[in-house]
């Protein structure tokens, strides 16, 4: 609540908050379907339309309805990044925590093994997991995820080596609090601020991400949308019909700068410099 | 040095983990380089013929005994031959490197030339317009996805300036500078773009935290003109995290730029890779892989190295 | 005959609304040349926002100069208002007519550049010198503060040298422009005492050389006494009092200048130490403390070898009495605090044998740390830190766990209602308070209080001290008190330890050792530690180095040997 | 004002990066500048069945015989042939001027040695299974060759004009450099290949086919189409290959560009997998070819480039479409044959390729939409190439969406499929006696006429059979600069026109 009132009360973390509350609202729609056209149905007898009041941002190859697309494909988008970005979460905090709380040969092996990942080339490890598994949302999530949970646990670990050396950590152990105890409540909990910052920044480079991998023909499976397919089945369709690449652009831009106003706005909000200043 | 020692020991490790990695991950994909080759029609062969492509083709023994073969070849410095090139995979990766690596070191000097001075602006222009314009740009910059950025270049180019960069082939720059700048600039500022935007957006938060610590107080009470204090006294102690960021965007534009080099039709290390996917073509995928995380490693080294080089503390050691 | 400095109603505000709420409300005074002014105060003071005032160096943290003016007169006769000035003429007087020194010597000079750069360039800027002159002028600057093998150290980064030198190297480059006016911003503050009383003498003296004006931060009266000729006493954004320096100690006006020189604990050389210690017979000791090695080993981790280690604790040996107090002093580096750390359990002992008598609970041995911001976890209310020992030992949070939080809680001075609260909502002593009560949750026979008070202003130490010695007698506890500050140890302690360089070097009953110390560094600590009746008394330039803990693998110091002082009193033979 | 200025300044920088990219290539004159997406994979004629390596391979070798534009066979490096009167015996006469590049005369020997290597099994050639029929072959003289066949095989011709039957040196057959050697006697010489990059040919002096008006073509690779199109665009390439109809319609927008289009001989087809119910009722799979608007699916998917067809692509054969069973759409009809099936609507998935061809996820597209009228729902599985041939070949899918190649000859083109004894049997997983027997009496039949009648039967059977739904070929795309003249569009594709080409100016 305190961090809601914050972020409105920030110049540009307002923006960015109502950009994805416009975004989540869309999204929402395009999920039950309160969208102008069904966004799957095809009315082939008005391809390639430029946007006019029967379809306000034209129509694609396919004579479907490019507003209703993209509401669907935001829902669409939004749900790989979201997931793929959880998922990095989740198990780069896990392993980051682990390896920067035990130290020694368990950080060193988790930690090379994240090495590893990173050096992997990012999109060549989503390839391979797209080739081994097949595209699909799902993949995509996975790919998406694998590509970013070496950088979570980097991100957590850093934090971590200097959590367990504050005081109120080495308080936990004089009283003979247990691990799990203070690994939950004491480093997990002040985990949050350097990870919702990150999380919010990761969420804009998914967007971009799986946009990359429907450019390559490895995200999203037609007929569904995503905003990344729909700009990838567009761009050879560039001359002749530029609102197909232009209203999925713009949305994707957007979207992502909403991602970063909001994401910029937590830090300048749970940065722990800033909290000394306005206490 | 002890410690790059220790860090030039990990190397093995990581690599031959890398190495495990892509090695059965992509014979694990469905298809091989004889369905690669032959497509559809590799359904008419005989399965007399299959055994001669498959042995041709370096495919027909299990595959364990093909990676103890493929790393000792490794050990003695030969990553194998590419059934593709008919030639060895290191003399491939090597012809292809020096475009990525311009590629990529003509990118950052972008980002950096644009990213640092305006990073560095909005900081000392704090909540001004100027610092709320570039912040703009840089999150536009940020959140436009690359293909977008190329396509539209090509297609201003071609269609308002009747020019294209060089295409499919590389012109060295040892060959023909100019040329060769004609070439890779565009792809570069398409890369550039995203990349300047980040140094932009980690410059001035960086800058605008060293503006605020102790020493800069101190060299303005020594009476340390505003100029000097910024870039004298601030900047130097700001570029960390800039290194940082521009390591790791470096050590993958290493591993290629594979939209770019598509739509710019370069061949970079990206574009071979994926096409060495393509036609399952093992050998040169795990040369490419190993030879891109190889660069990655060496990347990430050197950006400790700078580290070292802006910072005395870690240079010297702190006390 | 014009002042050098005359400020009439000062005011300064910060943020958008800097005008509704300043933080300097009114301030004014008169500055002679060559007189040092006094400027006391405790944090949210408004001194330390005045003096970056004085240089206009207050605009660049988002301060304003809402109201009032600064009269500072020019060497050519002129004056100029600081209030109004534009930044390029600041610029010009900054560090050459003006210069300044911080708090944080650690933190103020700028890490990448050599420290010869940083002195050169403030000559090359002030003087218009260059090259080559620059270069021995900084030389010079760096003898004249006494830092030996000054060619030497030129080329040294800020890091590789300690506090004190660094904020050698502060004033050196502070006065490469020869000002006229030198504000001293609690330039001692975060040094040791000892080194404190070396900067303090190099100060004086080349105040004395230059007859330069100064202004002195601070918040310790017992500092002021030897240096300044006026005092202003402030508190809350407004002047209390102001007067000549013998007539604000000797006979303060306002109530909040008796207050400071009354409660505020100030060293008196043994003739304050408490008196109620416990009858000699039933000395039982509940931590015993055998031969306590520390070391920790340089390198190691992934794939490295250890190279040598840090010797932090050596040898310790002492007694803790049932509800006795007992003082470790020592500074930063003794090994004081390592070994707390190692009575919890915190940091292994190398070797040693640390022995705890049974107790009322299943941890005896408790802890409260120096800095209550960093020991509370901020994500958590005060009942779930309240509750965290209870827990651990594996009792229910329930409605008599609760009774025992509020009853611990009203009993340091807060209310129930701090339950529901985070920490960040309450002030550094409250939060204190809050340790001190979790500390006692599970009624424990010992507390150690790692520097518990070192954190708090000045007046809010007093109480806290107070009250930490009525706990110790309603709750029977014994007390291991780490300090560095030998007022506060002369306060609490029964008996006191000496720790240097690692090693206790002096301990026994607190009268006989603060009274009559008998090892040359426990003489030398003494001698530092500011006094009120020792007023512009010059301190001795003293250099001499601390040893360097770091050993090469292997090493094993010579066992100690040891002198009987007096009853309850030895201390360590010296070479 | 200030915009014209800034543009002309624009433009003038870019004039002198194009003079300074054009300085470049030295002697570009004389070379024509191709351009392709997709890059030849390999050098051995014999084993190579990409069609960019085929487009690469036909500059270089040779076959015995070759098609022309109308896709009648001429004489390449035979002069002249003919087929014994039991149709068991062919003999090729050998052009006395035809050499290799090496300068060395082609003889009887290299034509036998090039045939044994096809034949060999250790070759790994899939073109291996046209010439079965071969039993031996005899080399009396140097300028004659003779094909003793095992049984009449009357398109045994046509399968000797692909260049998978290319003659190559019998010296390199011994020596073994045929797959790393483009040793041939065609048109050009192979000068380097850097795989996915470019290729350098120049012309090859000893070929027998006449003068070429210019020294050689650079080959660019060029992923992106629609970069193809802006580097014609930019007179930075003067002839291209176009796979993608979408970037193909916007080259006669261009006012320097000229589109040439041919239809091909390949066939974009709904491939049903009649061995899993429900398509294993004959209505079922009826009610989907009478479902399907095909004309919709070429307008929409590949903006109408290409046209309708049945099963046979090439003109000499080909039906037309309206004769076919069901090539009106008609939802009534498949509605009634899905109730006759007793099939109530049913989900499938269907396989496409990403990308090849270019229209497949937009074909499969368009089809979902359309078989959804009569209660078939469509899951749409797209994958990578070689992931979908794996998945194609094991005949591991409901339905696939696929562009399969064309042969001149419909025997060739089908029998793999369609013959008990095919190949790819297991792809269609579909056998019918009188198409096994239609297919077997063309093979022999060497009357034109007749065997037209045969195949027209056969067509008629297949499409009412609907194992498969034909939907339409594909336009063969090349695009060039204005300049340029004399290119004869084919629709095997083959480049081979190009030797007539003059560049201009």
Redesign the interface.
């Known amino acids: 609540m305190r961090i809601l009132k914050a972020i409105v009360a920030h110049p540009t973390g307002r923006i960015g908050a109502a950009i994805i509350a416009i975004y989540l609202l869309l999204a929402v729609c395009g999920y039950f379907g309160f969208t102008p056209h069904d966004p799957l149905q095809q009315f082939r007898v008005d391809r390639l339309k430029p946007p006019s009041s029967s379809y306000l941002m034209g129509t694609d190859l396919f004579g479907r309805d490019t507003a209703s697309r993209l509401m669907a494909g935001i829902g669409q988008s939004f749900i790989i990044a979201f997931a793929s970005v959880g998922l990095a979460t989740l198990l780069g905090t896990i392993i980051g925590l682990l390896a920067g709380w035990w130290g ?2 368990l ?2 092996v988790f930690m090379r093994s994240m090495d590893m990942l990173l050096a992997f080339p990012a999109i060549l490890l989503a390839l391979l997991i797209i080739a081994i598994v097949g595209p699909g949302t799902a993949t995509s999530v996975v790919a998406i995820a694998a590509v970013y949970t070496p950088i979570f646990a980097r991100v957590v670990r850093g934090p971590v080596l200097t959590l367990k050396r ?3 950590v ?9 691990q799990g ?1 203070i690994l939950s ?2 480093m997990l ?2 985990l ?1 601020a350097p990870l919702t910052v990150q999380v919010t920044l990761a969420l804009a480079w998914a967007l971009l991400t799986e946009a990359g991998l429907s450019f390559l023909g490895l995200g999203t499976q037609p007929p569904a949308p995503s905003l990344g397919l729909m700009m990838s089945e567009a761009r050879n369709l560039m001359q002749q019909a530029p609102w197909l690449l232009a209203f999925p652009g713009l949305t994707i831009m957007l979207g992502i700068l909403g991602f970063n106003l909001f994401g910029d706005a937590l830090r300048d909000i749970l940065d722990p410099r800033s ?1 000394g200043r306005s ?1 | 040095m ?1 410690y790059l020692a ?1 860090r030039l ?2 190397f093995p490790l990581i690599l031959i983990g890398v190495s495990l990695l892509v090695f059965f991950s992509i014979r694990m994909i469905p298809g091989d380089a004889i369905t690669a080759m032959l497509g559809t029609e590799s359904g008419l062969l005989t399965p007399v013929q299959r055994q001669a492509l498959a042995e041709y083709f370096g495919i027909d023994q299990p595959v364990l005994v093909q990676y103890g073969r493929w790393l000792s070849g490794v050990m003695q410095g030969d990553l194998g031959l590419s059934v593709t090139h008919g030639r060895p995979v290191l003399t491939i990766i090597l012809e292809r490197f020096p475009l990525t690596l311009e590629l990529a070191l003509l990118s950052m000097v972008i980002a950096l030339g644009i990213g640092v001075p305006a990073g560095v602006l909005a900081a000392t222009q704090s909540e001004r317009p100027s610092d709320v314009t570039v912040r703009i740009i840089a999150m536009l910059g940020q959140s436009t996805p690359g293909f977008v950025v190329g396509l539209v270049i090509i297609y201003v180019l071609s269609v308002y300036f009747g020019f294209v960069p060089t295409m499919g082939s590389f012109v060295p720059i040892w060959v023909d500078p100019l040329a060769n700048l004609a070439q890779l600039i565009f792809p570069a500022i398409t890369l550039g773009f995203a990349f300047a935007a980040s140094v932009t957006r980690i410059s001035r938060a960086s800058m605008l935290d060293v ?16 100029l000097s204090v910024v870039w004298h ?1 601030a900047l ?2 700001a570029l960390i995290p800039v290194v940082t960021l521009s390591g790791v965007e470096f050590g993958y534009l290493l591993g290629g730029a594979v939209i770019v080099e598509q739509i710019f039709a370069l061949p970079g290390l990206g574009r071979l890779t994926l096409e060495a996917i393509g036609q399952r073509d093992y050998a040169l995928v795990q040369g490419c892989v190993l030879f891109i995380a190889f660069n990655f490693l060496i990347v990430n080294l050197l950006v400790d190295l700078a580290y070292a080089a ?4 870690i240079r ?1 050691g ?2 | 005959m014009t002042p050098l400095l005359r400020v009439r109603e000062l005011k300064v505000g910060f943020g958008r609304k800097a005008d509704a709420n300043p933080v300097v409300k009114g301030v004014s005074f008169d500055l002679e040349a060559g007189q040092t002014l006094a400027i006391v105060g405790e944090s949210g003071s408004g001194k330390s926002v005045t003096a970056l005032s004085i ?1 206009r ?1 207050v605009d ?2 988002g301060g304003k100069i809402v109201g009032g003016s600064m009269a500072f007169a020019r060497p050519d006769g002129s004056v100029l208002d600081i209030a109004s000035a534009d ?1 390029s003429a600041l ?6 007519e003006i ?2 020194i ?1 708090q ?1 010597p650690m ?8 420290v010869g750069a940083q002195i050169e ?2 000559f090359r ?2 003087r218009g010198l260059g090259g080559a002159a620059a270069q021995a002028a900084a030389r010079e600057a760096l003898e004249r503060v006494r830092i030996p093998d000054a060619a030497e150290r030129l080329r040294y ?1 800020p ?2 040298l300690s506090g004190g030198m660094r904020q050698r190297v ?1 004033i050196a ?2 006065l ?2 020869n000002p006229r006016l030198l504000i001293a911003d609690e330039p001692t503050t975060a040094l040791d005492v000892t080194v404190q009383a070396q900067i303090m003498a190099l100060l004086a003296e080349l105040k004395a050389e230059l007859d330069m004006a100064m202004i002195f931060i601070t918040h310790d009266m017992g500092l002021v006494a030897g240096i300044a000729d006026q005092i202003m006493v402030m508190q809350q954004g407004e002047v209390v009092e102001r007067g000549p320096t013998d007539a604000v100690l000797d006979s303060p006006q306002h109530a909040y200048t008796k207050h400071l020189l009354e409660a505020v604990p100030h060293f008196r050389g043994g003739a304050a130490v408490r008196t109620d210690r416990p009858a000699e017979g039933v000395r039982k000791p509940v931590v015993a403390v055998d031969g306590l090695t520390v070391r920790f080993p340089i ?1 190691g ?4 070898r250890k190279s040598g280690a840090i010797h932090a604790v050596e040898g310790v040996t002492f007694d803790l009495i049932a509800g006795e107090t007992l003082a470790i002093v020592g500074e930063s580096g003794s090994g004081k605090s390592t070994t707390a ?1 190692a009575i ?3 940091v292994a002992a190398t070797r040693g044998a640390i022995q705890t008598a049974p107790g009322r609970s ?2 005896p ?3 409260v ?3 209550p911001f ?7 209310t005060v009942e ?1 830190l309240m509750a ?2 209870a ?3 594996g009792q229910r949070v329930d409605a008599r766990l609760r009774e025992r939080m509020v009853f611990l809680l009203e009993r340091v001075g807060l209310s129930a209602e701090a339950l529901e609260r985070y920490p ?1 909502q309450f002030s550094g002593g409250q939060r204190q308070r809050l ?1 001190i009560a ?1 500390a006692l949750m ?1 009624n424990p026979d010992v507390v150690v209080l790692d520097e518990a008070v070192s954190a708090l202003d000045v007046s809010v130490q007093a109480r806290v001290l107070d009250l930490l010695i009525d706990l110790q007698s309603e709750f029977g506890l014994a007390y291991l008190f780490i300090s560095h500050d030998m007022a506060v140890v002369e306060r609490i302690a029964h008996r006191v330890a000496v720790m240097y360089a690692g090693e206790v070097v002096e301990i026994g009953a607190a009268s006989a050792v603060l009274s009559q110390p008998h090892h040359a560094y426990t003489r030398r600590l003494i001698a530092a530690v500011p006094e009120m009746e020792r007023r512009r008394q010059r301190y001795d330039v003293d250099t001499t180095p601390v040893p360097s803990l770091i050993k090469p693998k292997g090493f094993e110091p010579q066992p100690a040997a040891w002198i009987e002082v007096g009853a309850d009193h030895r201390a360590r033979v010296e070479e | 004002m200030n915009k014209k200025i800034s543009r002309t300044a624009l433009a003038g920088m870019a004039a002198a990066l194009l003079a300074s990219a054009s300085l470049a290539l030295p002697a570009q004159a004389a070379n024509l500048r191709l351009a392709w997406a997709q890059d030849a994979t390999g050098l051995d004629p014999h084993a190579q069945t990409a069609f960019s390596s085929l487009r690469l391979l036909e500059l270089i070798y040779e076959p015995l015989v070759r098609h022309d534009s109308a896709l009648d066979v001429v004489p390449a490096v035979a002069e002249s042939w003919e087929f014994s009167d039991d149709g068991q015996t062919l003999t090729f006469k050998i052009d006395p001027n035809a050499k290799f590049s090496d300068g060395a005369q082609v003889t009887s020997e290299d034509v036998k040695a090039s045939f044994e290597r096809l034949l060999d099994e250790a070759t790994g050639a899939a073109a291996r299974s046209n010439f079965l029929s071969i039993a031996s072959i005899d080399a009396p003289d140097p300028a004659t060759v003779v094909f003793n066949l095992s049984q009449p095989d009357a398109p045994l011709l046509v399968a000797m004009a692909s260049i998978n039957a290319a003659v190559v040196p019998a010296k390199a057959v011994t020596e073994g450099t045929v797959a790393t050697t483009a040793l041939g006697s065609g048109p050009f010489v192979l000068d380097s290949w850097e795989p996915n990059s470019r290729e350098q040919l120049s012309v090859n002096a000893h070929w027998a086919g006449g003068d070429i008006a210019y020294d050689g073509i650079t080959i660019s690779v060029l992923p992106d189409e629609t970069a193809i199109l802006a580097s014609l665009r930019a007179g930075q390439t003067d002839f291209a290959l176009i796979n993608d109809p979408l970037v193909a319609t916007l080259v006669p927008n261009e006012p320097n560009l000229q589109l040439n289009a041919v239809p091909g001989l390949a066939y974009n087809v709904l491939q049903l997998n009649p061995s899993r119910a429900p398509m294993d009722k004959l209505q079922v799979r009826q009610a989907i070819s009478c479902a399907v608007d095909r004309q919709d699916v070429l307008d929409t998917a590949l903006v109408g480039e290409g046209k309708v067809t049945g099963p046979l692509t090439m003109p000499a054969y080909a039906s037309d479409p309206s004769t076919l069973f069901c090539y009106e759409q008609d939802i009534e009809k498949a509605k009634a044959l899905m109730a006759e099936a007793g099939v109530d609507g049913f989900s499938v998935k269907v396989i496409a390729a990403t990308g090849e061809p270019p229209v497949a996820s937009a074909e499969a597209q368009v089809l979902q939409s359309q078989l959804a009228e009569i209660g078939i729902k469509l899951e749409i599985e797209l994958m990578e190439l070689n992931v979908y041939v794996d998945r194609w070949l094991a005949g591991d899918f409901d339905m696939a969406v696929a562009q399969n190649g064309g042969r001149a000859d419909p025997y060739p083109m089908y029998n793999r499929y369609f013959t008990k004894a095919g190949n790819l049997v297991k792809v269609s997983n579909f056998t019918d006696d009188e198409i096994d027997s239609l297919l077997q009496q063309g093979r022999v039949e060497t009357d034109i006429a007749k065997r037209k009648e045969i195949f027209a039967q056969f067509e008629a059977r297949l499409t009412e059979l609907a194992p498969w739904v034909w939907l339409s070929t594909s336009n063969t795309y090349t695009a060039q600069l204005k300049t340029l003249s004399g290119f004869e569009p084919s629709a095997t594709g083959t480049l081979f026109s190009l030797t007539k080409v003059t560049l201009g100016q």
Do not use: W
Not at chain 1, 170 to 178: P, Q
């Open positions: 020694g040969l950080d060193g504050r005081d109120f080495d308080a936990a152990r004089t009283f003979g609090s247990s105890y409540r004491h909990l002040n949050v909290q206490s | 002890p220790r020991l990990t503006l605020s610590d102790d020493y800069v107080r101190t060299a303005r009470a020594k009476g340390v003109p505003k006294h130097p102690n802006l910072d005395p503390r010297l702190a006390r | 240089n160096l660049f943290g930044e610029t010009g007087i900054r560090g050459r210069g300044m911080f944080e933190t103020s000079l700028n890490p990448v550049h050599t360039e403030a800027l002030n980064y890091h590789q502060m480059m502070a490469a422009g390198g981790g992934f794939l490295a750390r919890l359990g915190l299943g941890r041995v408790q802890m740390f120096q800095d960093a020991s509370l976890n901020p994500r958590l779930s965290e020992p827990i651990a030992a960040h340790c979790r599970l």
